[in-house]
């Protein structure tokens, strides 16, 4: 199997992001945030094995990524959990847990792992994208408005709603409109810069003071 150069920007992003979250470790190792170290060397392990298993052994690694899927959206629901403070929002955020984990489990029973599960991802991406409503919220009615760009928790919650905007679409629309190969990846690409790149900004710009329990 052929391996695309392109394909490859997102596991230096991922590599990348990393690094600089372990430098940078210190100023947010108190916060929930620090969870987030572990599940971007995570990220970048599974990625890892999906490029060995695929480019090296030429084996289907889709059931790796649709156990990622799974994973990932658990965790972002764990950590919107945490850091939401209104019971509603809270409440909320078990309430998609739920369904989410109802959906997945079926999308396990009646679609093969070999094939790619899409409406867990969707599920998965449009809950995030309310989590992340809810966040921006939280800090817009209270006194951290003007502190935003050193916390955080705002740049993750930045990443994801913009990323996952652009994800939905295109995995909703991929059914029905044939992507060229090079056009799907360069749109994959600009979303993981925008996802690594607000990452990277907010692990160097947040402080140590604005990143408690």
């Keep these: 199997m052929e ?5 490859l920007i997102p596991l230096g992003l991922e590599l990348l992001a990393a690094i600089i979250a372990t430098v940078h ?4 190792s108190f916060s929930t945030e ?11 392990a599974l990625e890892v094995t999906g490029a060995i298993l695929g480019y090296v052994f030429e084996v289907k690694n889709i059931w790796l990524y649709n156990a990622f899927t799974i994973t990932s959206f658990l965790f972002y629901f764990y950590w919107y959990h945490t850091i939401l403070k209104r019971k509603i929002f809270k409440n909320i955020v078990i309430v998609f847990s739920i369904i989410f984990t109802v959906i997945a489990i079926v999308n396990l029973v009646y679609q093969s792992w070999l094939e790619y599960h899409m409406y ?6 449009l809950f995030v994208l309310v989590l992340t409503i809810f966040h921006f919220y939280q800090l817009l009615n209270s006194d951290e408005v003007l502190i935003v760009k050193y916390k955080l928790s705002f740049w993750i919650s930045t990443a994801l709603l913009l990323f996952y905007m652009g994800i939905i679409p295109l995995f909703s629309l991929s059914g029905y409109i044939k992507f060229r190969g090079l056009s799907y990846l360069l749109i994959l690409l600009s979303l993981n810069i925008i996802l690594y790149g607000c990452y990277i900004i907010g692990f160097i710009w947040t402080k140590k003071k604005y990143n408690r329990f």
């Design 25 to 28: 470790f210190k100023k947010y």
């Design 34 to 44: 620090k969870f987030f170290l572990y599940f971007l060397w995570y990220t970048f």
């Design 120 to 125: 867990t991802l969707i599920a998965g991406a």
């Design 3 to 7: 391996i695309q150069p392109l394909s």
